[in-house]
Structures are given as structure tokens and as C-alpha cells.
């Protein structure tokens, strides 16, 4: 798989609109969007100001640093499948 890097726009009604000509020949692709975030200290605060507050997750774990870790983050969603990340990781690291 060969990639590009190409700078784009996306219009009032979401579509992508690609600013300067391929020399690509014709068939299908795959698109990875890549858009960039606001500064740190404007997100955080957005963050802050928007989410409501969290209940804590209760994890038992005799480790009290990797407790308090487990505890600050997300459970795994219901829909993970676990072949299917470790089958994305391996074609992402050998270039499938």
C-alpha cells in the first residue's frame, strides 16, 4: 500500500474536497483524516467545562499506583474484539 500526503478541506456540508490534483491511477482508496486539535490549555478547559463528572470505576487491585490507574480509565467497550485489534496492529506493523 503506497501513501500520500495531501492537504484538503471539508465543506459546510462534510464533504471532503482535495486541493490539488492526484497522479493516482484510478481505483479505490482508502482515506485516513487527520484534523488538528485546538492548544492544550483550550481543550482542557472545554473539557473540564463539558463533561460531567465521572463516577469512579472500582477495580481491585493489591497495587495501589496501577489501582488508581485502572480506576481513571474507560472500560473496554462492549463491541472490542481483541483478534481483530491484535489482526489491525500486525498488518499496520508489517505494511498488509
Not at 495531501?6 to 479505490?28: F, V, Y
Not at 490549555?41 to 488508581?68: D, F, G, H
Amino acid at each position: 500500500m503506497q501513501a500520500y500526503k495531501l492537504n484538503a478541506t471539508i465543506d459546510e456540508l462534510g464533504h471532503l474536497i482535495i486541493d490539488e490534483p492526484l497522479n493516482i491511477a484510478p481505483g479505490t482508496v482508502e482515506v485516513i483524516i487527520l484534523q488538528p486539535v485546538p492548544s492544550v490549555e483550550s481543550s482542557t478547559e472545554t473539557q473540564i467545562n463539558s463533561q460531567p463528572a465521572k463516577q469512579k470505576r472500582i477495580v481491585e487491585c493489591s497495587i495501589p499506583i496501577l489501582k488508581e490507574w485502572l480506576e481513571s480509565t474507560e472500560p473496554t467497550p462492549s463491541d472490542f474484539d481483541p483478534d481483530q485489534a491484535k489482526w489491525e496492529y500486525l498488518k499496520e506493523k508489517h505494511n498488509l
